[in-house]
């Protein structure tokens, strides 16, 4: 039997539909601009999210690293929450390609407080500091479990930066989610942001490709950047006009995801008080505590694992699973009694 695999929603697949759409796609040479599928697909996220322009680009890593420089002079200073994805899980790259110098505020659980990245932020630029160009989120928070940054945080940070010149930057790999869970709209998320980047490859599934949208200007700048960065494609007609498919199919479907992952996270709870914290859950991400019964990650992973349940371990303490789309409600319902049954155990070996 085929594992259920919850370790990211990176893992969908592309359905016949969309295998269809991307065989049949009208292509073109993107980098010269005359892939009009590309064209057509980046207009589309543009107006969406209430911005100019966009730009396709063949991973989240970067589309947030280009849209990021396009903003952030080298030498000149971002901030972003603690464990920030565009931090921890882009290698360096806003350091080491683009010369930028970073610093972190702390969210005990990645809930958005505009206060908290205001009162970093240094304006102007001073004798011996530098002034900070721009303000990260991330939304949903992937190392907090897919927390939403909540509409009217965005909306104070976004008028507080705009009085003193400092731009903000969405993460938003999984924006679509918190629009879904939150109500909220893309143009809402568009307009606290000078600059978001969205995921078309998790939950929405398609195989590859983010989108950065945000003013022309900026946009022309990162378009620029991404050639630098050896990012510039040719007939990526092909992968966007998936990119189109997911945008078609798959928003508000994402209501499941989160569904199914409340479920396993009240199923482990119930099972294991402490393991899990269904309360936390808002979107399709749930952080498993095994540490917290005395169950090492890893070895909850590892027993999960041998069980048909694929789940990743981020430290000793913690275990990440996301719901998507390969996912059904069936598969859930037997994740869920699975990892329960597995933490119990190993909770009650623990002692």
Known sequence: ??????????????????????????????????????NALEARVAEMLGHEAGLFC???????????????GRGQELLAESRAHILRSEVGGHGAIAGITSRTWISPDGTLEAADALALAESPRGYSSVGTALIAVENTHNFSGGRIAAIDQLRELRARTAERGIRVHMDGARVANAVVAEGSSFAD?????DSVSICLSKGLGAPVGSVLTGSRELIDEARYLRKRYGGGMRQAGILAAAGHVALDQNIERLADDHAHADLIARTVAEAVPGAADPGSVQTNIVMLNPGRVGVPAERLAQAAGERGVRIL??????C????HLDVSA?????????????TEELAAAAG
């Open 313 to 318: 371990a981020l430290n000793e303490l913690e």
């Open 1 to 38: 039997m085929e594992p259920i695999d919850l370790r990211s929603d990176t893992l969908t697949r592309p359905g016949p539909q969309m295998r269809r759409a991307m065989a049949d796609a009208v292509v073109g040479d993107d980098v010269y601009g005359e892939d009009p599928t590309v």
């Open 58 to 72: 063949a991973t989240g890593s970067l589309a947030n690293m280009v849209g990021v420089a396009a903003s952030v």
């Open 330 to 342: 069936e598969q859930a319902q037997e994740a869920a009694s699975i990892l329960a049954e597995v």
């Open 189 to 193: 998320q568009g307009a606290v942001a």
């Open 320 to 323: 990440r699973l996301v719901t």
